[in-house]
T-cell receptor, first 117, second 110 residues
Framework: GAVVSQHPSWVICKSGTSVKIECRSLDFQATTMFWYRQFPKQSLMLMATSNEGSKATYEQGVEKDKFLINHASLTLSTLTVTSAHPEDSSFYIC?????????????FGPGTRLTVT | DAKTTQPTSMDCAEGRAANLPCNHSTISGNEYVYWYRQIHSQGPQYIIHGLKNNETNEMASLIITEDRKSSTLILPHATLRDTAVYYCIVRRTSYDKVIFGPGTSLSVIP
């Protein structure tokens, strides 16, 4: 299947700093990507839809000024957690829509584990 | 999108078939049934999807009831590597965002 990568795979940052997470579609172009977060022993929660060349669409309750999303190219979307706090520590996962012969399908990245100290 | 309900957890003996049920009684005629799984600390993985016919691929089989109100994902010969959380999702198109429920935690036991 199609490959989606994330960088970094894990990151530790200090409270108050900002951290950027990259999501790349390695062998296809993705006009739409999604960002999720997952707390321990919980399911994935959709944060936002990232569309290439336009503003992201955030889910209800997600602070757009805190979680900045940029989808500047067809293969890269970035999520920046601004002024991170310990409660932002989570597993962040992206997915990208891959246009295949029969339909579109979503492929997920391996996730980025963020720890804020 | 229609809501789905799945058992919280299941066990399966290694080498045996794992049958994971999903109820989606409010599914609409144009909604597909999708299955994903997430192995611990990894991103979700697409398994299979279908509309009304049974589907099979190299990973699993999907059996959808005639009234489409429920389905079963079958892993024919479960291995320890199939231990994961399995998510059943209903959505209209594969372009729609995936909204995850709690899923079923499958434990394959030696």
């Amino acid at each position: 299947g199609a490959v989606v990568s994330q960088h970094p795979s894990w990151v530790i940052c200090k409270s108050g700093t900002s951290v950027k997470i990259e999501c790349r579609s390695l062998d296809f172009q993705a006009t739409t990507m999604f960002w999720y977060r997952q707390f321990p022993k919980q399911s994935l929660m959709l944060m936002a839809t990232s569309n290439e060349g336009s503003k992201a669409t955030y889910e209800q309750g997600v602070e757009k000024d805190k979680f900045l999303i940029n989808h500047a190219s067809l293969t890269l979307s970035t999520l920046t957690v601004t002024s991170a706090h310990p409660e932002d520590s989570s597993f962040y996962i992206c997915s990208a829509i891959h246009p295949s012969a029969n339909s579109y399908e979503q492929y997920f990245g391996p996730g980025t584990r963020l720890t804020v100290t | 999108d229609a809501k789905t309900t799945q058992p919280t957890s299941m066990d399966c003996a290694e080498g045996r078939a794992a049958n994971l049920p999903c109820n989606h009684s409010t599914i609409s005629g144009n909604e597909y049934v999708y299955w994903y799984r997430q192995i611990h600390s990894q991103g979700p993985q697409y398994i299979i999807h279908g509309l009304k016919n049974n589907e099979t691929n190299e990973m699993a089989s999907l059996i959808i009831t005639e009234d489409r109100k429920s389905s079963t994902l079958i892993l024919p010969h479960a291995t320890l590597r199939d231990t994961a959380v399995y998510y059943c999702i209903v959505r209209r198109t594969s372009y729609d965002k995936v909204i995850f429920g709690p899923g079923t935690s499958l434990s394959v036991i030696p």
